[in-house]
């Protein structure tokens, strides 16, 4: 689904420092939730600086900071291994998790051709394997998986949560995006298109209860049923996107930057009249009908307070409680 691979080598990642600096924004004071994502963010040189460097600035910059979050494809397993074991106990120290969800795009072979890279199940195994038994020593890594549905594994995802299952690992499966932004795969829109026999497949697994994220499942229902998808968002309020360039963005998916963090200041880009601009359609962009993205929407349910009550009326409270742990946001709340 992702064209990340082609930046050219020649378009180099910020330094160490410029990320340290923004991370000490008075801006991210009240921050909750740091996500690291990539490209494969274990195969920086300075990912355990980096770690390390965000628990000595929790207690006066961000002192509410509760969760890191990286996504990985698990196939450098030394690094992964090797980083996760560095910052597990300082992280435990500082009261925060660390949520490490490791791609996996089917069983097997699937996986292997999916990913386009030889023995990537194997990797991915042997990774996985490892941060299990880091887990039963430390509680606070927390581990799951990470499905992007294409064409070509819709018809693996009963599968795929099966595996899950039996290793106790949360789920985040959600169906591919196309944006210019994050991913830059425009491109691709013909090739990720879902026939219908692709569409029926993947209803049929959202109704079943082999999908645990209900909230999720009820958006993507009806966006795979209308082409329409309705969730709460808050992109712009209470999160930005940062990419590796230093380009900030309200959204990860629309391509709309605010600023750069190498000329301006975080507290001058989130004020600035383009932020404004977008915040004041946030929800309401032509690709908020069709976005799937699963995690802006986790955390809007924090803001969007009905939205939340909205559904425990729906699920119950003892299926809302659940819902809420699974999710990983009852930390916040």
Request: with cysteine; glycine share 8%; aromatic share 8%.
């Amino acid at each position: 689904m992702c064209n990340i691979w082609k930046i050219g080598s020649q378009v180099t990642d910020l330094d160490l420092s410029v990320w340290m600096e923004l991370l000490a924004s008075p801006e991210l004071h009240s921050l909750k939730e740091l996500d690291l994502t990539g490209g494969e963010p274990f195969i920086r040189d300075d990912i355990n600086e980096l770690l390390q460097g965000i628990c000595d600035l929790q207690p006066s910059k961000f002192p509410g900071l509760r969760t890191v979050a990286i996504t990985t494809n698990g196939i450098v397993t030394d690094r992964v291994l090797e980083g996760t074991l560095k910052i597990i106990e300082p992280l435990r120290a500082r009261g925060i998790d660390l949520v490490l969800a490791c791609g996996m795009d089917g069983i097997g072979e699937l996986h292997n051709q999916i990913r386009n890279y030889p023995n990537a199940w194997g990797k991915l195994q042997k990774t996985l394997s490892g941060l299990q038994a880091i887990r039963k020593d430390h509680s606070n890594l927390v581990l799951g998986i990470k499905t992007t549905v294409v064409p070509r594994n819709a018809h693996a995802l009963y599968d795929i949560a099966a595996y899950a299952e039996e290793n106790e690992l949360f789920t985040i499966i959600s169906p591919r995006i196309i944006t210019a932004n994050r991913f830059g795969n425009s491109d691709l829109e013909a090739d990720l298109r879902f026939s219908s026999a692709e569409l029926e497949t993947i209803i049929r697994f959202y109704e079943s209860p082999h999908f645990a994220w209900s909230g999720h499942r009820d958006a993507l229902l009806g966006y795979l049923m209308t082409g329409r998808i309705q969730k709460p968002c808050t992109a712009g309020f209470n999160t930005l996107f940062i990419r590796h360039n230093g380009d900030v963005f309200c959204c990860p998916v629309i391509p709309v930057a605010l600023g750069n963090i190498k000329e301006q200041t975080l507290g001058d880009i989130f004020r600035s009249p383009a932020a404004d601009k977008f915040r004041k359609k946030t929800g309401a962009h032509s690709a908020c009908n069709v976005c799937t993205e699963p995690g802006l929407e986790r955390i809007a349910w924090l803001l969007e307070g009905f939205s939340l009550l909205k559904m425990m009326e729906r699920i119950g409270g003892e299926n809302f409680n659940s819902l809420i742990r699974h999710m990983g946001i009852d930390k916040y709340l």
